[in-house]
């Protein structure tokens, strides 16, 4: 671990132009377990940052923390950071339901520290359920979300169960160790899942995120709305909105050319139609919805006609709703989100003629 922090310190030194020095409204530990770090190496972390870049007084930032490394320690520790936002992937309130993931904590440990980091202060916290495991009933799933409502939190980011390729619990399946994911059952879940957070109030900007006005996670935000962004880290994905770049992902490679050019694993100019299917698939999956205005303004009148003779037969399925210059998906619309964005996706430059 101090081999690794030493390495993102001199990332952090080499990539303090990348953004332009625009000013930093979020930050994001993440994606692995940021909650792992030794204090002392938080806080060098956070001094690097604050010298290399101009970050807002009201930033918001995230750490990631499993709800087995939080305990009074810990949160008393987070309190001395700038850290305002806690992520947790709790996953599940049922111990059955953690042993299928083979997560490390159990639904007391998951309770424990929900309640450890509100007794701490933290307001701004979401949590993470899974549904579409195999043995989850109707009835849990609907306990599951009775239990975060309880909790009073103000945002929950839920998300079906995938299976990929090549991880333990494929293999497991593949053995038939372990029940296979049930895609009927998945849906079901999801239905379910809007109906409990539509009574609760909660507004469902994004597919899988749910917030109460003011909660909503202003990281995540920015990467569905184009915004530009820096990754930090093995295999770190960066977005300028001309080119995307992401770092080695293995570790041993990543702490040998951490500081230099070699770092960055490859590079891509994106293409008209690439930010144009980005900004389709992305804008989709918000409740802010993709605007054809948008699109006219920024890659001209070609690819506004053909997204609207596009979209028109989703919204005479009833899959997508039109207002005005803004196409949202219905809650039918959503069990297809994907798909009905790739039907939208172009495959290649519309000709300025033909």
Not at 26 to 49: C, K, Q, V
Not at 221 to 239: E, F, Q
Not at 271 to 283: A, G
Request: charged share 20%.
């Amino acid at each position: 671990m101090p081999e690794f922090v030493d390495a993102l310190l001199r990332e952090i030194g080499q990539r303090r132009d990348y953004l332009q020095n625009q000013e930093i409204r979020t930050i994001y530990f993440g994606g692995g377990t940021p909650s792992l770090l030794e204090h002392d190496s938080l806080n060098r972390i956070f001094e690097a940052l604050q010298q290399s870049f101009f970050i807002a007084r009201d930033a918001e930032i995230t750490l990631e923390a499993n709800p087995d490394d939080v305990n009074p320690d810990f949160c008393s520790f987070l309190k001395t950071t700038p850290v305002n936002r806690l992520s947790m992937g709790v996953q599940s309130f049922f111990d059955d339901d953690l042993h299928y993931l083979n997560r490390n904590h159990s639904a007391q440990q998951a309770r424990d520290a929900i309640a450890l980091v509100q007794d701490a202060g933290f307001e701004k916290i979401t949590i993470d359920l899974i549904y579409g495991i195999p043995g989850l009933t109707e009835e849990k799933w609907l306990k599951n979300l009775e239990l975060f409502h309880q909790t009073g939190i103000g945002h929950l980011s839920a998300y079906a169960l995938t299976v990929e390729p090549k991880t333990a619990l494929a293999q497991r399946i593949a053995k038939g160790k372990q029940a296979p994911v049930n895609e009927n059952e998945s849906i079901r879940h999801f239905a379910l899942l809007l109906q409990s957070m539509e009574e609760a109030g909660f507004v469902h900007y994004e597919i899988s995120n749910f917030a109460r006005p003011g909660f909503y996670s202003q990281h995540n935000s920015l990467y569905w709305l184009g915004g530009h962004y820096l990754g930090l880290g093995p295999s770190a994905h960066s977005y300028n909105g001309i080119s995307r770049q992401w770092n080695v992902a293995h570790l041993g490679e990543y702490l040998r050319q951490a500081g230099t050019e070699h770092c960055i694993e490859e590079k891509e100019v994106l293409t008209v139609v690439q930010r144009f299917n980005e900004y389709v698939m992305t804008s989709l999956r918000t409740s802010w919805g993709c605007d054809a205005e948008h699109i006219l303004n920024v890659f001209g009148n070609r690819y506004n006609s053909y997204f609207h003779q596009s979209a028109q037969a989703f919204v005479t399925e009833g899959k997508l709703r039109r207002e005005g210059e803004r196409y949202f998906l219905t809650n039918k619309g959503k069990l297809f989100a994907d798909g009905i964005a790739s039907d939208l996706f172009l495959e290649e430059e519309i000709p300025i003629h033909g």
